[in-house]
């Protein structure tokens, strides 16, 4: 079944970049939006980016003009390229993906187990 995976959180300094990858793994005929959540410690998930099949991008404002986000359909994969990173930046990122349609079944959304991100001043 559909399950996915990020990589490439870890610690960065201030104003560094960082980039994260999500893929989807199993048998997959397409999926319609992907995008990040993060949570920082004692604060509520919130919506980073998303981006859908058509590669239509949405961002929250305070990652505008900071973070891009892209995708590569035929390896079911989705990347968060962040720049200029600030300490409140720092938080668990989660990798999500929506109207994913396998062989199997199809899912209405799937989430990544996440990956932390520390931004040090």
């Known amino acids: 079944h559909a399950q996915l995976v990020e990589s490439g959180g870890g610690l960065v300094q201030a104003a560094g970049p960082l980039r994260l990858s999500c893929k989807a793994s199993?048998?997959?005929?397409?999926?319609?939006?992907m995008g990040w959540h993060r949570q920082a410690p004692g604060k509520l998930r919130e919506l980073v980016a998303t981006?859908?099949?058509?590669?239509?991008?949405n961002y929250a404002d305070s990652v505008k003009g900071r973070f891009t986000i892209s995708r590569d359909n035929a390896a079911n994969t989705v990347y968060l390229k962040m720049n200029s990173l600030k300490p409140e930046d720092t938080a668990v990122y989660y990798c999500?993906?929506?109207?994913?349609?396998?062989?199997?079944?199809?899912?209405?959304?799937?989430w990544g187990r996440g990956t932390l991100v520390t931004v040090s001043t």
């Open positions: 981006i859908t099949s058509g590669v239509i991008t």
């Open positions: 999500y993906a929506e109207s994913i349609a396998t062989p199997v079944r199809d899912y209405a959304e799937r």
């Open positions: 199993g048998s997959i005929f397409s999926i319609d939006a």
